[in-house]
């Protein structure tokens, strides 16, 4: 599976952005997908993750109300929708997927994209 994220950018504190996940291949909908996120300095970290079948997604809790992952198994895509968003929601972020369980280890995500910047200013 090769994935490609976009969406990212430049919006003001309380501002809105969707990240889109876009794979390849037909095996999409065999994967749990995730959203991780890196800011400068710190370690990559869990965002939120969202089953085959789209009938269960969990959160990391600083994003939770306000992020909601989504998945679209005929488009092979899976949507971060970031509303009311926070300078420390800055970092990169990247999409990833996985053929195991759901999980927030990021050491059991097999497959990631490249990452999209999403900066918020104060």
């Known amino acids: 599976v090769q994935l490609q994220a976009s969406g990212g950018g430049l919006v003001q504190a309380g501002d809105s952005l969707r990240l889109t996940c876009a794979a390849s291949?037909?095996?999409?909908?065999?994967?749990?997908m995730g959203w991780f996120r890196q800011a400068v300095g710190k370690e990559r970290e869990f965002v939120a993750t969202?089953?085959?079948?789209?009938?269960?997604?969990y959160y990391a809790d600083s994003v939770k109300g306000r992020f909601t992952i989504s998945r679209d198994n005929a488009k092979n895509t899976v949507y971060l929708q970031m509303n009311n968003l926070k300078p420390e929601d800055t970092a990169v972020y990247y999409c990833?997927?996985?053929?195991?369980?759901?999980?927030?280890?990021?050491?059991?995500?097999?497959?990631w994209g490249q990452g999209t910047q999403v900066t918020v200013s104060s």
């Open positions: 990833a997927a996985l053929r195991g369980q759901l999980t927030t280890n990021i050491k059991s995500y097999d497959y």
């Open positions: 291949g037909s095996t999409f909908s065999r994967h749990v």
């Open positions: 969202i089953t085959r079948n789209s009938d269960w997604t």
